[in-house]
């Protein structure tokens, strides 16, 4: 691998003299690291600038090509994040790590137009704005290099976003943005590390926000391969959720919610096949299978994307289903229980069923999030 060159000039001598802290959140990106930094350098003449990557300790080996970097070049900096997993958070602790009084968040992965920093950077200066977004759907922007689907998906998060929250930004799913440090620090609190959306809800935590727009060219992929999948279009809806209730409903609330439901869908799939692989047997043990297989598939799929960023390994995760298991039943009994006085006092079966079924959800989630998968 070819390093980036250091020009002695233009590196900060210390981190109160850096202008601009680049934060670059990073999750297998070995390859681009070299090239970014190149580009970083050419494009930032004249301006005194770090680069901050904030990598979720990649398994290729991301955090040593930054190390190696920065090693000889004092304006590259890693953050590496070991038992953490998420954009959001990364983009979080990358800025409150620097000091410098702009701030900008790019991918690694070079599909973001570095070249449009100095312009980010000038309208900033001008003190017209608190936050200026990277923007394909403007003119003098583009995003040719996306694919028809992928251009389809963005374009009607867009439209879902500027209706239901009302933001400014034309863009609000690009990821790309700069904006005053002394903004950012003061919102921090109220943004979720939770989520690859991390624009949308800066644009949102504020009342007041002063917000620019700088067109941009979506180039592809240097190296390695998208990040883009369904769990992130499940995380943008939980942020909407969340943003529309006040902060009421935790965006991480959703993927639990959703994997609970397809936990019913495993449970009757299992006990269907069980009834028919043995007629014989009595429905209560094909019931008992079918639920045991269906708690093992909530367990392991909100270990994998509910909570990947506190994901359980080794004898964690045997203490962990164990744990998941015993509050389950309490919760089950706690459902059936409520949904049963209900029942007797109104006679409506379903609104007794919703009910109890409400409670069990909040009952799970909260245990699960405080004693399961809590914060270490």
């Known amino acids: 691998m070819t390093f980036a060159s250091v020009d002695?000039?233009?590196?900060?001598?210390?981190?109160?003299?850096?202008?601009?802290?680049?934060?670059?959140?990073?999750?297998?990106?070995?390859?681009?690291?070299?090239?970014?930094?190149?580009?970083?350098?050419?494009?930032?003449?004249?301006?005194?600038?770090?680069?901050?990557?904030?990598?979720?300790?990649?398994?290729?080996?991301?955090?040593?090509a930054v190390k190696a970097i920065a090693r000889t070049d004092p304006r590259v900096r890693c953050l590496r994040r070991?038992?953490?997993?998420?954009?959001?958070?990364?983009?979080?602790?990358?800025?409150?790590?620097?000091?410098?009084?702009?701030?900008?968040?790019?991918?690694?992965?070079?599909?973001?137009?570095?070249?449009?920093?100095?312009?980010?950077?000038?309208?900033?200066?001008?003190?017209?704005?608190?936050?200026?977004?990277?923007?394909?759907?403007?003119?003098?922007?583009?995003?040719?290099?996306?694919?028809?689907?992928?251009?389809?998906?963005?374009?009607?998060?867009?439209?879902?976003?500027?209706?239901?929250?009302?933001?400014e930004l034309s863009d609000p799913m690009s990821g790309f943005f700069m904006m005053r440090r002394e903004t950012f620090d003061e919102m921090a609190p109220r943004l979720s590390p939770v989520g690859f959306k991390i624009l949308l809800d800066i644009a949102t935590a504020s009342e007041g926000l002063r917000i620019g727009e700088q067109p941009y060219s979506f180039g592809t992929r240097f190296d390695g391969e998208s990040k883009f999948n369904l769990q992130i279009g499940v995380e943008f809806l939980g942020l909407v959720l969340s943003k529309l209730?006040?902060?009421?409903?935790?965006?991480?609330?959703?993927?639990?919610?959703?994997?609970?439901?397809?936990?019913?869908?495993?449970?009757?799939?299992?006990?269907?096949?069980?009834?028919?692989?043995?007629?014989?047997?009595s429905f209560e043990w094909a019931k008992t299978v079918a639920t045991g297989v269906a708690m093992l598939w909530n367990f392991l799929?909100?270990?994998?994307?509910?909570?990947?960023?506190?994901?359980?390994?080794?004898?964690?995760?045997?203490?962990?289903?164990?744990?998941?298991?015993?509050?389950?039943?309490?919760?089950?009994?706690?459902?059936?229980?409520?949904?049963?006085?209900l029942y007797v006092h109104h006679e409506t079966w379903l609104v007794a069923g919703l009910a109890g079924s409400i409670v069990g959800v909040l009952w799970n989630y909260a245990m699960s999030s405080m004693f399961i998968w809590r914060t270490r």
């Open 82 to 167: 070991v038992g953490r997993r998420g954009l959001a958070g990364a983009c979080i602790e990358g800025i409150l790590s620097s000091a410098a009084p702009y701030v900008a968040v790019m991918d690694a992965d070079l599909q973001h137009d570095e070249t449009a920093l100095p312009a980010m950077l000038a309208k900033l200066q001008s003190g017209e704005y608190d936050l200026v977004g990277g923007t394909r759907y403007v003119e003098g922007g583009d995003a040719g290099s996306f694919s028809a689907t992928r251009s389809k998906i963005s374009r009607l998060a867009t439209k879902i976003t500027q209706k239901v929250l009302g933001t």
């Open 245 to 281: 209730t006040n902060g009421l409903v935790d965006p991480r609330f959703i993927f639990f919610a959703i994997v609970g439901a397809t936990g019913v869908a495993i449970n009757l799939a299992v006990l269907n096949l069980a009834m028919g692989l043995y007629p014989a047997s």
């Open 301 to 341: 799929l909100n270990n994998s994307f509910t909570y990947r960023d506190r994901r359980l390994k080794g004898l964690g995760l045997i203490r962990g289903f164990i744990g998941f298991c015993i509050f389950g039943a309490i919760g089950a009994v706690t459902d059936i229980g409520l949904a049963s006085q």
């Open 8 to 64: 002695s000039k233009s590196a900060p001598m210390t981190g109160q003299d850096v202008q601009l802290s680049v934060v670059i959140p990073t999750y297998n990106e070995r390859g681009n690291v070299a090239e970014l930094i190149r580009r970083l350098d050419a494009t930032l003449k004249g301006i005194s600038w770090e680069a901050v990557y904030v990598d979720d300790n990649s398994p290729d080996g991301t955090a040593d």
